[in-house]
């Protein structure tokens, strides 16, 4: 089975400008998960979609958008980028909520790394 | 709300040596799910071992073992036989059984096995 794939892997912007990241799940998975990684805060839970529909949302501003498509790949956006906005920006899929689900565990893609001059 | 607190930015241990991380969380839920994952340097995260708050015995993966205290709300990791493959970053989280499935990581705390 392929694993979560996430593209691009590597993205630069200046200020201002906007970005849209995408995540292909493994086949199967229904649950779609984003996170921002910085050194020192760990890992920041942006939003997770489930069908097609945010279920869980962080605490991030309203720059910080999602979707999920009904093949279940998911797309993060963020506007008017600012400097802090530089970070790995991780994909997470899974079965978590759904009946015979295996059992919660998250498997990650490899992230895109984005750079904001 | 949920918080993990991982206290270790960084460690570093000997080949061969035991090391553990440790990880505190708070919460008021009963039942609930605790994982480690590990980030190698450059590579995908991966799940290294998994604990259900219900279950008393402390979950075991191969070299990898945890000391769970649901009283104490900790929840470490033990490494034993360290190898050059474990330096990675090892991320502690949380999540609840039900409702809303979202995972709280802790920040992290970078292991280095020295050879």
């Known amino acids: 089975k392929a694993g979560v794939t996430q593209t691009p892997r590597y993205l630069i912007k200046t200020r201002g400008q906007q970005v849209t990241l995408s995540c292909s799940p493994i086949?199967?998975?229904?649950?779609v998960s984003w996170y921002q990684q910085t050194p020192g805060q760990g890992l920041q839970f942006l939003f997770e979609?489930?069908?097609?529909?945010?279920?869980n949302k962080g605490n991030f501003p309203g720059r910080f958008s999602g979707r999920q498509f009904s093949n279940s790949r998911s797309e993060m956006n963020v506007s008017t980028l600012e400097l802090g906005d530089s970070a790995l920006y991780l994909c997470?899929?899974?079965?978590?909520?759904?009946?015979?689900?295996?059992?919660?565990?998250?498997?990650f893609g490899p992230g895109t790394r984005l750079t904001v001059l | 709300a949920q918080t993990v607190t991982q206290s270790q930015p960084e460690m570093s241990v000997q080949e061969a040596e035991t090391v553990t991380l440790s990880c505190t969380y708070d919460?008021?839920?009963?039942?609930?799910?605790l994982f480690w994952y590990k980030q190698p340097p450059s590579r995908q995260m991966i799940l290294v071992i998994r604990?259900?708050?219900?279950?008393?015995q402390n979950a075991t993966e191969n070299r990898f073992s945890v000391n769970f205290q649901k009283a104490a709300k900790s929840f470490s990791l033990k490494i034993s036989d360290s190898q050059l493959g474990d330096t990675a970053m090892y991320f502690c989280?949380?999540?609840?059984?039900?409702?809303?499935?979202?995972?709280?990581f802790g920040t992290g705390t970078r292991l280095k096995v020295l050879a």
């Open positions: 997470a899929s899974s079965n978590t909520g759904t009946s015979g689900g295996s059992y919660n565990e998250q498997f």
């Open positions: 086949s199967g998975h229904r649950s």
């Open positions: 604990q259900e708050a219900y279950k008393q």
């Open positions: 989280a949380f999540m609840k059984t039900s409702g809303t499935y979202k995972y709280i």
């Open positions: 919460t008021s839920e009963n039942n609930y799910y």
């Open positions: 979609y489930f069908s097609e529909t945010q279920r």
